[in-house]
């Protein structure tokens, strides 16, 4: 089945510093990447779509200048969230759809904790 | 506003009965209908999709969608323990391509 990689799984930044989270897809070409962000109990938030080659497309409220994303290859979109503060501790998952696929594959998910 | 609405349960079952999960969607022009189990700290993992009126069986999990009622139900039969997860629900609209999710059922299953 599509594998999606996505690293690290686990990162403890202190505040202020920038943190980069990759995923990958590993077996077919991810022509959309979604990224979600969860907090505990809560359900998945969609943060922001990119599709290979464009700016990515970010929800209503989510800050595009804090949360870089970028999409420059069919299968590698990161996630850069900079000047991280304690309210940024999250869950981060992204997934992953083929041009062709109707199903998304998710990543494992990363826990960030700012310190 | 597409909406997808699950009660957050906690749905408590015992082991070997049959759990239902049921999802509700505001948007008439969905066309493709997913659920996902998440267990705790983990990320969600595809469970059923369903695009077509009726259900649909694959091993202990049967989807049921009725486009009318706008609802999509998961039926898990013989529940088992291991079962013990989140279950969202995923609906897609026709062309975006963008799931909007539910919020998601707990479901406990006790031995």
């Known amino acids: 089945g599509a594998v999606v990689s996505q690293h690290p799984s686990w990162v403890i930044c202190k505040s202020g510093t920038s943190v980069k989270i990759e995923c990958r897809s590993l077996?077919?070409?991810?022509?959309?990447m979604f990224w979600y962000r969860q907090f505990p109990k809560q359900s998945l938030m969609l943060m922001a779509t990119?599709?290979?080659?464009?700016?990515?497309?970010?929800e209503q409220g989510v800050e595009k200048d804090k949360f870089l994303i970028n999409h420059a290859s069919l299968t590698l979109s990161t996630l850069t969230v900079t000047s991280a503060h304690p309210e940024d501790s999250s869950f981060y998952i992204c997934?992953?759809?083929?041009?062709?696929?109707?199903?998304?594959?998710f990543g494992n998910g990363t826990r960030l904790t700012v310190t | 506003q597409k909406e997808v609405e699950q009660n957050s349960g906690p749905l408590s079952v015992p082991e070997g009965a049959i759990a239902s999960l049921n999802c509700t969607y505001s948007?008439?022009?969905?066309?493709?209908f997913f659920w996902y189990r998440q267990y705790s700290g983990k990320s969600p993992e595809l469970i059923m999709s369903?695009?077509?009126?009726g259900d649909k069986e694959d091993g202990r999990f049967t989807a049921q969608l009725n486009k009318a009622s706008q609802y999509v139900s998961l039926l898990i039969r013989d529940s088992q323990p291991s079962d013990s997860a989140t279950y969202l629900c995923?609906?897609?609209?026709?062309?975006?391509?963008?799931?909007?999710f539910g919020r998601g059922t707990s479901l406990i299953v006790h031995p």
């Open positions: 997934s992953a759809r083929s041009r062709t696929a109707s199903i998304l594959h």
């Open positions: 077996d077919f070409q991810a022509t959309t």
């Open positions: 990119s599709n290979e080659g464009s700016k990515a497309t970010y």
């Open positions: 948007d008439r022009g969905s066309q493709s």
């Open positions: 369903i695009y077509s009126n």
């Open positions: 995923a609906v897609e609209s026709g062309g975006s391509y963008i799931p909007t």
